[in-house]
Each structure stands twice: as structure tokens, then as C-alpha cells.
């Protein structure tokens, strides 16, 4: 199973950026898919998921991100997507996506909730 992310960068605040995650070796609308960021001197932290398509595909997202990302996947090209607007000084991080080969019935905002990670990448807002 591989995760392939891409889309980071550097940005001015108020901007926007899209990350990409292809998924390779599972079907990834069978999976709960995820967004984690980890900001230097901090533990890695949810960002926003998107539950199996088998349990509805309902999105979450952290309160911090919440109205500015929009987590969506393509079953087609079987990939993960992150659309971040007005991005934020605080929003300056490695960006990360995951897969939970197991499905739990509660909120999974836990990084031990998922299996496979991608390799991160980095976004950096600029005030």
C-alpha cells in the first residue's frame, strides 16, 4: 500500500493550496482517509477525514480548519484530496495523509487510528 502526496508549497496568508494523495494498492472509497499536520515542536494532529463510502462518507474536520478545508476523494482516479483556503500563519506545518484499513464506529481523529501514512509534505504560510 502506497500513499503519494503531493501539493505543498509556500503561500501569503489568505491564500489557498490542494493537496493530492494517490492511493495505490487499495481501493480508497473502502477506506476512511484522513489529514493529519504536524507543526515543528508539536504532536501530530487531525486535521480532517473522510469516512468509507460503505458508512456514508461523512467528512469532519478540526475546529481550527473548519469552514476554510474541504476534504473529497475521487473514486476514479483513487485519490485523496485536501482543498485549504485562506490558509493561515498557523496553518504552517508537514501536512500528512492516512488510511485506516479498520473501520471504528466512533470519530477517528487519532493518528493511531490509521494504518498506512503518506510522506509529509510541507506548507508554509507566510503573514
Known amino acids: 500500500v502506497q500513499l503519494q502526496a503531493s501539493g505543498g508549497g509556500s503561500v501569503q496568508a489568505g491564500g489557498s493550496l490542494r493537496f493530492r494523495c494517490a492511493v495505490s494498492?487499495?481501493?480508497?472509497?473502502?477506506?476512511?482517509m484522513g489529514w493529519f499536520r504536524e507543526a515543528p515542536g508539536r504532536e501530530r494532529e487531525y486535521v480532517s477525514n473522510?469516512?468509507?463510502?460503505?458508512?456514508?462518507?461523512?467528512?469532519s474536520y478540526a475546529d481550527s480548519v473548519k469552514g476554510r478545508f474541504s476534504i473529497s476523494r475521487d473514486s476514479a482516479e483513487n485519490t485523496l484530496y485536501l482543498q485549504m483556503n485562506n490558509l493561515k500563519f498557523e496553518d504552517t506545518a508537514v501536512y500528512y495523509c492516512?488510511?485506516?484499513?479498520?473501520?471504528?464506529?466512533?470519530?477517528?481523529?487519532?493518528?493511531?487510528?490509521?494504518?498506512?501514512w503518506g510522506q509529509g509534505t510541507q506548507v508554509t504560510v507566510s503573514s
Open positions: 492516512a488510511l485506516a484499513e479498520r473501520h471504528l464506529a466512533r470519530h477517528m481523529t487519532l493518528a493511531s487510528d490509521y494504518t498506512y
Open positions: 494498492g487499495r481501493t480508497l472509497s473502502r477506506y476512511t
Open positions: 473522510i469516512r468509507r463510502a460503505g458508512s456514508g462518507g461523512a467528512t
